[in-house]
């Protein structure tokens, strides 16, 4: 058996169903031994597609994904979708062919080496968790089950399996052990001394708060919280990656924090006494770039920081309690600590009153701005139709700029509902392509990639890769001729936008058509001409289940920023 063959058999042991990728000639014996196997391969036109397809399919599926690419150009164009999934904690395994192994040094065809020795590993090593080299073809399966078992143990991310072409195609030992993956992984639990510690804090705190990041994890984790904030009437804060952890509906949640957060949020996390922070790094947008006069002050408050990874507990502020465990199965210990400790729990119904009114607030104004008929479209209205047109369980894949940033801050989420985003990296084009993903692993829901004409048009190759595989994505252009974030931006600091807005040589607006691109490809293609086509088009959209591009013209107009962002003090010459 070649190591190609063994490869493949130890991929569909270890559940893995689909492989997304690019073909070079260093991956082409691996690829041969796939379209032998039951694992489809999932053609892309460039690899940074690939890579953000397979990460949503790892986010949408809880399985981990993996993507396939080519020596040198080909490993280096997947570098940003790769990164995109390791910043955002997301189980990724990238397997990367390499020139022959007796060839090192002498700059073989496309070999990345010119003023140091060549390893292309090191490429990825400063955000992958691990990165193996292949060196010997008895070293290929235990190196897979170590790539497997890190990319999704621990704090889960992105891992690089690097193997040279001629060791694909050479005999593996016939005595050469099996590597199954560990049967019963388990996650670190919280020390029952500190789950009463914490419990009594919680318990004796005047102005509580629990924010929330994105490593919660499943339903157990969230119900557990949820019960949590319930039983003591604590209000929920929380950042953008964990936006839909629990309902926007929900009485005790507060909405987001930091530079794109709510006002009303800002505040309450400003004057808490008390916060237990859940799998949460505390990033800069959400923590209005650590400045205290905006939404975090630690101290006087006090920072309860629960994570998985240890690097992360006082990262960014200083802790009174800090625990290395597992964020949703900590929930639960608190919670038995917190009834056993108050068991009539507690009645904060100011608390309710306050967020209730804020939130109404919030979602009424931007439904009273969602009814305007301006056209181009104000982009609330896009969001209102979006959400009025959509069943409740669709799936919101979105790029960067408004689609992300005010879904995540007005845009009210179904409890059914999903939100996917790209929070680290902050990726552009990252929408199209994973949105694709998330579709092959639930390929009955409702896939939207709300998007911008900036990020549409860094992942063309998206449109033609849901055709060939018939995806039903719904590739939704909130299109205002722009880099509309950055213009505004730039507008805002220096008076004028250069160099971020899309003009024809004479300096007019301009766009390509992207219905008729999407019509190009075999997808259907909706033009929107005047507000209320924008309505018929997604419910069309939604019941033909094929390949759809909507290209809506939008003004450009920036999100609202209750928070704060140092850059706009560095534009103004104001340092720290």
Same mark, same amino acid.
């Given at each position: ?316 502020? &200083? ?69 009025? +047109?959509? &069943? ?130 075999? +997808? ?53």
């Amino acid at each position: 058996m070649t190591a190609a063959d063994a490869l493949v058999a130890q991929l569909a042991g270890y559940g893995v169903e689909y492989v997304f990728g690019t073909c070079g000639h260093t991956n082409i014996a691996l690829l041969d031994a796939i379209g032998r196997s039951p694992i489809e391969f999932v053609i892309a036109r460039h690899e940074q597609t690939a890579a953000h397809a397979a990460d949503g399919y790892a986010r949408a599926s809880g399985k981990p994904g993996v993507v396939l690419m080519h020596v040198g150009p080909g490993m280096m164009n997947g570098v940003t979708g790769v990164a995109t999934a390791a910043l955002d904690s997301v189980p990724l395994i990238a397997i990367s062919g390499d020139i022959p192994s007796y060839m090192y040094g002498r700059h073989p065809h496309q070999e990345v080496n010119l003023h140091a020795d060549a390893d292309q590993t090191a490429i990825y090593r400063p955000f992958v968790k691990r990165a193996w080299h292949v060196h010997r073809v008895e070293d290929l399966p235990r190196f897979t089950e170590r790539a497997f078992w890190t990319a999704t143990s621990g704090r889960p991310g992105a891992v690089l399996l690097n193997v040279p072409m001629d060791v694909f195609s050479r005999e593996l030992p016939d005595t050469l052990a099996g590597y199954p993956l560990p049967r019963h992984p388990t996650r670190p639990d919280l020390a029952p001394d500190d789950a009463e510690l914490i419990a009594a804090a919680l318990v004796s705190a005047e102005r509580p708060l629990i924010y929330l990041g994105g490593g919660l994890g499943g339903p157990a984790g969230r119900a557990a919280l949820r019960a949590l904030a319930e039983h003591l009437d604590i209000p929920v804060a929380h950042s953008l990656m964990a936006k839909g952890a629990l309902p926007d509906r929900h009485p005790l949640v507060l909405g987001m924090t930091g530079f794109w957060g709510l006002a009303e949020t800002n505040a309450y996390a400003r004057d808490a006494d008390l916060v237990l922070a859940l799998a949460t790094r505390f990033a800069e947008t959400d923590a209005s770039s650590w400045d205290p006069e905006y939404t975090w002050r630690f101290p006087p408050s006090r920072l309860i920081q629960i994570d998985i990874d240890p690097a992360e507990i006082g990262r960014n502020y &200083p802790v009174e309690i800090g625990a290395v465990a597992d964020a949703g199965r900590a929930a639960q210990q608190i919670l038995d600590a917190v009834r056993r400790l108050a068991p009539a729990g507690a009645d904060r119904p100011e608390i309710r009153e306050r967020i209730g009114t804020a939130r109404s607030d919030l979602f009424a104004a931007s439904a009273d701005r969602g009814r305007s008929d301006q056209f181009p479209l104000r982009p609330e209205r896009i969001l209102a139709d979006v959400r009025a +047109a959509l &069943p409740d369980d669709a799936v919101l894949v979105t790029d960067v700029g408004w689609n992300k940033n005010g879904v995540a801050q007005c845009y009210p989420l179904p409890d059914g509902g999903r939100f996917i985003t790209p929070g680290g990296a902050s990726t552009m084009g990252f929408g199209p392509a994973a949105a694709l993903g998330v579709q092959i692993a639930q390929p009955e829901s409702v896939v939207v990639a709300l998007i911008g004409d900036g990020g549409m048009s860094a992942q063309l190759p998206a449109l033609p890769l849901a055709v060939e595989q018939g995806l039903p994505v719904i590739f939704l252009v909130m299109n205002n001729r722009a880099h509309g974030t950055i213009s505004d931006l730039q507008a805002g600091a220096f008076g004028q936008s250069y160099g971020c807005d899309f003009v024809d040589p004479d300096g007019n607006p301009y766009s390509p058509d992207f219905a008729a691109l999407g019509r190009a490809c075999g +997808a259907d293609g909706y033009a929107i001409a005047e507000p209320g086509e924008l309505m018929t088009a997604l419910k069309t959209a939604v019941e033909r289940r094929r390949p759809a591009v909507i290209d809506v013209p939008m003004v450009n107009e920036p999100v609202p920023t209750p928070g704060h962002w140092n850059i706009k003090d560095i534009y103004q010459g104001k340092f720290d």
